[in-house]
């Protein structure tokens, strides 16, 4: 049971958001925006990628060139993946075994984030790509919830660990981020009464209840793409390579 639920409604419920987010879902803005990313990222993937900490491989279907296999602790959330990974996040595999490696929504849940890279760049083939995911701004959530990072302090860890054409793209920032925090908080809270604002805020609160995607409709009609690059953004993609061996 997960939150008074099955579990296996629970995972059914949080691989179609990931899958295909909706208008009106929890959280829709932001795994909008880093399913596109993503798309764009991996469609020209190809060799053998390993979904590392991959729960439910929810984006499997945006490697469309390459054949993606899992690996994840083992009985976290009672899915079979390809290799179960060690305590300490090791996969039983040899050194330089993928031509890719996707992690996505992981990095901020492991206890070591350098020893996660080292292992990520021990199992990449020379020149082999890192495509990987993080939070930026987030509620904490998920069991052990340990970090957040800034675009460039994620950047930064990468090439110290030894990845080369290192490149960030922060995720649903400012006003597009703002609005699904707000409405986010409006449907697990109450506002309070006092005041102008308060009521204000009851009325958005009231009215997302009985139009559930209006917010998002909303988003994306004026806020699908940030101007420039936001300063607050709910998460980031990077992208790297191993580089090769000369």
Avoid: N
């Amino acid at each position: 049971m997960a939150g008074g639920q099955p579990l296996d409604k629970v995972l059914a419920a949080r691989l179609r958001e990931r899958v295909s987010p909706a208008l009106g879902d929890q959280a829709y803005a932001h795994l909008r925006d880093l399913r596109d990313a993503l798309a764009a990222s991996l469609s020209d993937a190809t060799g053998t990628w390993l979904d590392y900490g991959a729960g439910t491989a929810p984006y499997r279907d945006l490697l469309p060139g390459a054949t993606l296999v899992t690996g994840d602790l083992g009985g976290g959330e009672s899915c079979t993946v390809d290799y179960e990974l060690d305590d300490s996040g090791r996969c039983p595999v040899a050194d330089g075994t993928f031509d890719g490696v996707l992690s996505t929504q992981v990095l901020e849940h492991v206890t070591d984030p350098v020893a996660y890279l080292q292992e990520v760049y021990r199992i990449l083939r020379p020149h082999g790509r890192l495509v990987l995911s993080t939070h930026g701004v987030w509620e904490d959530h998920g069991g052990q919830d340990l970090w957040r990072w800034t675009a460039d302090g994620l950047a930064l860890l990468a090439g110290r660990v030894g990845f080369v054409d290192v490149s960030v793209r922060k995720l649903t920032g400012d006003a597009r981020a703002l609005l699904l925090l707000l409405r986010r908080y409006g449907r697990d809270s109450r506002w309070p009464r006092d005041g102008m604002v308060g009521a204000l805020l009851r009325l958005a609160s009231w009215w997302d209840r009985r139009h559930p995607s209006a917010f998002d409709v909303y988003a994306d009609k004026h806020f699908r793409e940030a101007a420039g690059s936001p300063s607050f953004y709910l998460a980031i993609l990077l992208e790297a390579r191993r580089p090769g061996e000369d």
